[in-house]
Every structure is written in C-alpha cells, then in structure tokens.
C-alpha cells in the first residue's frame, strides 16, 4: 500500500517564493518584537485588551524604555508612580514577563539567563486585590 497517496500531507510542499517572503517577514517582525518592548506592547495589546483600544502615548514608550533598562541590567530598582487607569499593570505585569519570556540569546551579545528568556521568575505586589 502506498501511504503517500493516502495521506499527502506527510510529505513537505515545495516552498514557493511567496511562502519564503512571509516567513521571512513573519521572522523579521519576531526580530523587531522580540527587541523593542514597545512596539510588543502595540502588537501584543489587541490579545491582552481585546476590549480596550490601544492608545500609543509617551507615557507607555517610557514605561517600555525603562524596562528594556531593567532587563538589560542597566537599571537595578524602578518605581513607576502614575495615576490609575494608564495601562502601568498592564504593561508592567503583563506585557514586560512575555516579552521576556520570548526572548532569546543573540550570537556574541552577553545573555543573563536572570533577566532574559523562560527561566525568569517573577513578583510582583499591588494595592489592590483586582490588580
């Protein structure tokens, strides 16, 4: 019995120059991700909030800023203080872990296993029960 013609999908498709150029882009855009937590937040908002409309301001590209500092190990204790309801849990609690977790050790770049990729561990505290 000849399998191959009972279950087609086995055997690989050639790649087509049109799947190469999306893999290639779905790979470029998991490079800008997995480095720029701010654009991460922008892309990553719709699932985390999929009822809230993301509002890019310059308050969230700074929360982004310094917690790219924090997990570069440039920052060693930050305190964010804003007013509720501006996305600081958020992007904080949420979006800051996942970016981490996805993130993965470039050739010839010093990588902290502590700071960086699915081994980090985290805590965090709030006021309130709901955060």
Not at 7 to 23: D, G, L, Q, V, Y
Not at 29 to 50: C, F, G, K, M, S
Not at 74 to 81: T, V
Request: aromatic share 10%.
């Amino acid at each position: 019995m000849d399998l191959s013609a009972a279950s087609p999908s086995i055997h690989p498709t050639p790649s087509t120059p049109k799947s190469n150029e999306a893999r290639d882009a779905i790979e470029v855009d998991r490079i800008y991700l997995r480095n720029n937590l701010r654009l991460y937040i922008r892309e990553a908002w719709h699932v985390v909030e999929p009822s809230t409309v993301y509002l890019e301001n310059w308050h969230i590209d700074l929360i982004a800023e310094y917690l790219e500092a924090v997990t570069a190990g440039q920052i060693k204790r930050l305190l964010i203080n804003m007013p509720p309801r501006y996305a600081k849990s958020t992007c904080v609690s949420i979006m800051w872990p996942t970016w981490v977790w996805t993130r993965e050790g470039f050739p010839g770049k010093p990588h902290n296993p502590a700071l960086e990729g699915p081994g980090t561990k985290w805590v965090f505290a709030s006021y309130a029960d709901e955060l």
